[in-house]
């Protein structure tokens, strides 16, 4: 047991480096390139590329679906025994998932976009633009070829990926300051570091991983429900779940742009940039603990998983007080230094999402947790309370404070959810072995 303790910490040390090095790559340069955009655009301006590319994220947000948690709650296990049959289906499985999201995210552009048009006095081409960007947009996802990856241990194979995004969009901005920089020539680079890194990980997954995937290994759907038990209600919950927490995130800066304008857009969107600056962090430590959690909870036992997962949550606790103190001691001058004095009125915004931000990250181990003991329901319900909170908050706040109101709404959504998630993990997972234990 000491041995699988110290080989569970290692793999995650391992698989979280992997993860660390595209994310903080990413966090560093981002702040480059925002701060050149920023500087290139004006307030105006970048506020109308960042609305825009807010509201592409809200819709794939809410029309994608989190496939490489299906894989990894379905896989790991199948990779264990070297099922690639089953795997091959599983992939198939996911593939259609991602087909459906695209074409759910088309309806929905379809419609949202004239609308965020005539609210924006845009024209007609404009908005087409948006529907295109944001259905190829959703089609470079990368969570069924990264699933992949990461089920086999090849974490630095879906490392790459990640680490393109934000040397594409460096260069691309690089390349724009010198001609003429416009938010849709933004846009077009932010597309770019989204597509070819997709293009790239799946020639990697189709070389590497040698899964069968010809059309004879797509599965029917009555064999299929037998072979992978409750596996449609975990893709409804989770998508549902991640909807709930991904669109709540991102289609507040929409509300913003709508209710006060796209200048106050790009400032709530830049203040949120900041945050998620320390939140991709975050996210590579969740997304190595989920792997090495499942991979124990369906190879070893059950108490070493959640020995593990307690280990984990306090380091996360720790870290989560070191972001908020960097964010309120830093935040402001960094501001100011990196994007200019015309933007210091974000500077509220970084603090207050900043500090949303350091809760998450304090209990980023419980919804791995619970996906893996197949609590997807619980975690949709936890997600839904928080975008609940979103709105109320939202429509309380906004008409007095505008844009700082839709900061305070999200830290009110990220307390909730965090004490939900909690409260599920305790009735969920604690309760049920302390009863077996007795």
Known sequence: MAEQKRGSGRRILQSGAWLFLPKTTSAVLSLIYLAVSTQSLGAAEFGKFMLIFSFAQTISSFTSFQTWQILIRYGTTLVHTKSDQKLAELTWFCLILDIIGALLAFLVAMVGAWALAYNQGWSDSEAIAVVGFTTL??????????????????????????????????????????????????????????????????????????????????????????????????????????????????????????????????????????????????????????????????????????????????????????????????????????????????????????TATAIQFATLGLEPALLTAGKAGRVMLCSLAGAIVVVLMMIWLMPIYAEVGAAFAMLGAAVVNAALLVISYRQKIVAPKTADAA
């Open 137 to 354: 947009l959703v089609l470079s996802a990368r969570s069924t070829p990264t699933g992949l990856l990461r089920i086999n241990d090849r974490f630095g194979d879906a490392a790459i990926p990640d680490m393109l995004v934000p040397i594409i969009r460096l260069i691309g901005t690089g390349i724009l300051v010198l001609t003429q920089p416009t938010a849709w020539g933004f846009l077009a680079v932010w597309l770019l570091s989204e597509m070819v890194p997709t293009i790239w990980v799946w020639g990697n997954v189709l070389r590497r991983l040698k899964l069968p995937l010809r059309l004879s290994t797509m599965p029917t759907l009555r064999g299929f429900q037998d072979s992978f038990p409750g596996i449609t209600k975990f893709a409804l919950w989770s998508n549902a779940g991640s909807s709930f927490k991904l669109t709540s995130q991102q289609v507040v800066a929409v509300v913003v742009g709508f209710s006060v304008g796209a200048a106050a857009a790009g400032f709530f969107r830049l203040g949120y940039q900041l945050g998620q600056v320390f939140a991709r962090v975050g996210d590579a430590i969740s997304m190595a603990i989920f792997t090495e959690y499942a991979r124990v909870a369906h190879t070893v036992d059950a108490k070493d998983a959640s020995n593990l997962l307690s280990r984990m949550i306090k380091v996360s606790g720790v870290a989560a007080v070191l972001v908020l103190a960097i964010v309120g001691f830093a935040g402001k001058p960094a501001l100011i230094w990196i994007f200019g004095a015309e933007f210091v009125a974000a500077y509220p915004l970084v603090l207050i999402l900043g």
